[in-house]
């Protein structure tokens, strides 16, 4: 049984109010159970989203580039635009970019996500969970959740 | 490394390796043994670990708990006693651990909050712990004989995630600060009822982003907070604060605002025994902050004594000054390492003049024999400035041989 705390129901109404990472994400076998959940075009768009995103596109990147004793400490300021405006999936998708990134990047670079501006209803909301690193690493330590995001970043 | 004001600097004593992932807290037994006594780290690896100072000056890894916690061990905190260790985890749970010798035994379990619990206090008579989560809520336990613990209240009042839960030097007052931006001050009115006298923050004065720690100093009488909006906040009382004025507020009030020294999240902050303030922060470095005597100004003030930039080479987790001896700092960082500094003064030796320029009386026969000159001939030796013995026999010091 699938519980996911991203707001979707089957009536289709969208719960902007909770932007939580998801926590309740139940066992699931296939990908494809997530559509009792979620319609399934909005999963595959999520899919196509993340995949788009990942390829900088379209992602704005800035690079402040800081040079401490000369050992570039780098911080990556990466801007993501969902493609639906109240989609209360831009937390998870913004989990699966910082998780990606996490593990591209060396560790020395500091990575700061948001939502592009006027893009989402909740976005302040979004970016403070996305730019903590307590809420972030609890979340991951969630293994449903885990498993959701790294079946999100397969190619 | 900038240092400001009086040439002082964190010198780094050694590096304590072992965690397997991010150190999240420190806490440094209250008593101990020997001259420094006992630190305790947690750790994202779930795992919790005891480093002593050795017999060989070094620290090491003397005990490390583990098996009990299945999640991140967040936080940690010694009873006044230092016989009792506290452990609070994502995993929900805060663990009491009893001293035993050189051994730790997990005594008991505290459950109840519904998520990740994030930080755990001991009050100063070690009567009473407080606890606090992401589940909004602040929870007191009592400790009761056969370390058996009760809770006697849970807080309500945060609206968000409640990131860090600190009780007072000496008074019954818990201070707690959270994802909502605020500070709470929490005291009891007799018989359990706790409540929330005070919240800072609300009249502008305020954080604007999450308060991630918060630190009294030893007076009791000011407390400072850290946040992601990359200030420090000094905070003073100077009545009693366990009082409430008439209308019920209570009496600490913004003293000032230290700004534009972080340039990234400030996840840590402790006050010494001596009024120094060590922050730990997002962007790897450890800042020390002091009062200003400047008599200019009628306001007290405070400003940066020290910076050490590239302290960790990742985010600085927790900063925690050593009880009994107030000139070593600890610190824990996303990359799994624990430092200890001491502050000294810059030495002098270091200070070495511009120039390098040096005239040697002997030098060593492979350097004489690549000028050409006889390796056996006395020379005219002076310099121009003080020379350390070692450097002496350094080659790759520039020289200059004269012939007499």
Redesign the interface.
């Known amino acids: 049984m699938i519980l996911f705390d991203c707001g979707f129901d089957n009536g289709g109404d969208i719960d902007d109010d909770n932007d939580e990472f998801p926590?309740k994400v139940g066992k699931y076998k296939a990908k494809t159970e997530l559509h009792h959940f979620c319609s399934l075009p909005i999963l595959i768009r999520i899919q196509e989203m993340v995949v788009g995103l990942l390829n900088a596109n379209p992602i704005v990147y800035k690079k402040k580039e800081r040079r401490?004793?000369n050992?570039p400490?780098v911080i990556d300021e990466v801007t993501f635009t969902p493609t639906i405006e109240h989609c209360s999936m831009a937390t998870l998708i913004g989990l699966c970019l910082r998780v990606k990134l996490m593990r591209s990047l060396p560790?020395?670079y500091?990575v700061d996500i948001r939502v592009a501006p006027g893009r989402h209803a909740t976005e302040a909301e979004v970016n403070?969970q996305l730019?903590?690193?307590?809420?972030v690493?609890?979340a991951l330590?969630n293994p449903n959740l885990l498993e959701l995001v790294d079946s999100c970043l397969e190619p | 490394m900038e240092l400001l004001d009086g040439e002082l600097e964190l010198r780094e004593i050694q590096k304590l390796e072992g965690h397997t992932d991010?150190v999240w807290s420190l806490a440094w037994n209250p008593t101990g043994t020997g001259v420094a006594g006992m630190l305790a780290s947690c750790s994202?690896d779930k795992t919790v670990r005891i480093w002593q100072k050795g017999p060989s000056g070094s620290w090491d890894c003397s005990a490390v708990l583990e098996d009990t916690h299945t999640?991140?061990v967040?936080s940690c905190a010694w009873s006044p006693s230092g016989k009792l260790l506290a452990t609070a985890s994502?995993d929900g749970t805060t663990a009491i651990w009893e001293r035993v010798g050189g051994e730790f035994e997990c005594v008991a379990t505290l459950e109840g909050h519904e998520?990740?619990v994030?930080s755990v206090s001991w009050n100063a008579s070690g009567s009473l712990l407080a606890t606090c989560a992401?589940d909004k809520t602040v929870w007191i336990w009592e400790a009761q004989p056969g370390n058996e613990f009760e809770c006697v209240s849970v807080l309500q009042g945060h609206t968000q995630?409640v990131?860090m839960v600190q009780w007072h030097p000496f008074l019954d007052v818990l201070v707690s600060v959270g994802?909502d931006n605020s500070v709470k001050v929490w005291t009891e009115d007799g018989d359990d009822d706790w409540h929330c006298v005070q919240t800072l923050g609300e009249a502008g004065s305020g954080h604007t982003?999450?308060v991630w720690a918060l630190s009294f100093n030893s007076a009791g009488d000011r407390m400072v907070t850290c946040s992601?909006d990359l200030t420090l906040k000094i905070w003073d009382t100077s009545q009693n604060p366990s009082e409430t004025s008439g209308d019920g507020s209570g009496s600490w009030s913004h003293l000032c605002t230290l700004s534009g020294y972080h340039d990234?999240t400030i996840f840590s902050v402790h006050w010494s025994r001596d009024g120094l303030i060590a922050s730990g922060a997002?962007?790897?470095a450890i800042r020390l902050f002091t009062e200003s005597k400047d008599r200019m100004v009628d306001q007290p003030s405070y400003k940066m004594l020290v910076k050490r930039?590239?302290a960790h080479?990742?985010?600085v987790n927790s900063v925690q000054w050593n009880l009994k001896e107030p000139k070593l700092l600890a610190s824990a960082s996303?990359?799994g390492t624990i430092k200890i500094w001491e502050l000294s003064e810059v030495s002098k030796v270091d200070n070495f003049v511009q120039s390098h320029h040096l005239l040697i009386g002997f030098c060593q026969p492979q350097v004489v024999n690549s000028i050409g000159l006889c390796t056996l001939a006395p020379l005219f030796m002076s310099s121009s400035r003080d020379v350390k013995e070692s450097e002496l026999l350094d080659s790759k010091v520039p020289i200059e041989v004269f012939d007499t």
């Open positions: 926590s401490a004793r050992v400490t560790s020395r500091k403070k730019n903590d690193k307590e809420r690493a609890a330590e | 991010r994202g999640r991140t967040r994502f998520n990740e994030k992401r995630d990131k994802y982003s999450t992601d990234r997002a962007d790897d930039e590239k080479d990742m985010d996303d990359d």
